[in-house]
């Protein structure tokens, strides 16, 4: 069994780094197509290269990554989040993802790990801007970017490999900028 290295813990999850072990619980999630609806249309896309690629983003991203989530009470995997510069953006404007087990959603999971992984942009690894992308319809996503405190930038439209329902209304971004992000912080000190 691979070392745990948690890189996070919140009041109920731990993100720690993914290991090889990991492989059957990506799998797992991936293949409930409740899940994937919204990426694939429900169609499993886990393939081994990704747990690679998760991995390799420690070494060539420190601070940013694919992180497993754990429930702290349980040591129950729940799914994973990311925080991780994109191709060809800068690596000062991350974008946050995150897939849960169905059991763990609308417990606020989503959201405690989004405003952690926010904080820590901005804390520590000096982002000056964080952002999310969904399917517009995907009204489960978009609130939990707005109760992180991401605000609606864009409506856009992208070529997807799989027809989704809905996929005609176009994607969503939804971001914050380092200065409403302290703006914010001033607010909750208040």
């Known amino acids: ?7 996070l813990s919140t ?6 780094r993914f290991t090889p072990d ?9 293949s409930d ?42 040591g129950e995997f729940i799914g994973w989040f990311h925080l991780r510069p994109e191709p060809d953006t800068p690596e000062d404007e991350p974008e946050l993802g995150y897939r849960l087990v169905k059991s763990a959603w609308g417990k606020g999971y989503a959201t405690e790990g989004s405003r952690a992984l926010i904080d820590r942009a901005f804390r520590e690894l000096g982002a000056r801007r964080v952002h999310a992308t969904t399917m517009t319809v995907n009204v489960g996503s978009r609130r ?3 109760k992180a405190g991401l ?5 856009f439209f992208m070529d997807w490999p799989w027809p989704i329902p809905g996929d005609d209304q176009g994607d969503v971004e939804y971001a914050i900028t380092r200065e409403e992000w302290l703006a914010d912080q001033g607010d909750a000190s208040s």
Not at 1 to 7: A, F, G, Y
Not at 151 to 155: G, I
Request: proline share 6%.
């Open 1 to 7: 069994m691979s070392e745990r290295v948690v890189v």
């Open 11 to 16: 009041e109920r999850l731990d993100l720690r």
């Open 22 to 30: 990991d492989l059957d619980r990506l799998v797992a999630l991936d």
């Open 33 to 74: 197509p409740e899940v994937t609806f919204f990426i694939t249309g429900g169609v499993p896309e886990f393939e081994p290269d990704f747990l690679r690629s998760y991995l390799g983003y420690y070494e060539r991203y420190p601070g940013y990554g694919f992180w497993a989530v754990e429930e702290r009470a349980t």
């Open 144 to 146: 939990v970017m707005e």
């Open 151 to 155: 605000r609606f930038v864009r409506t």
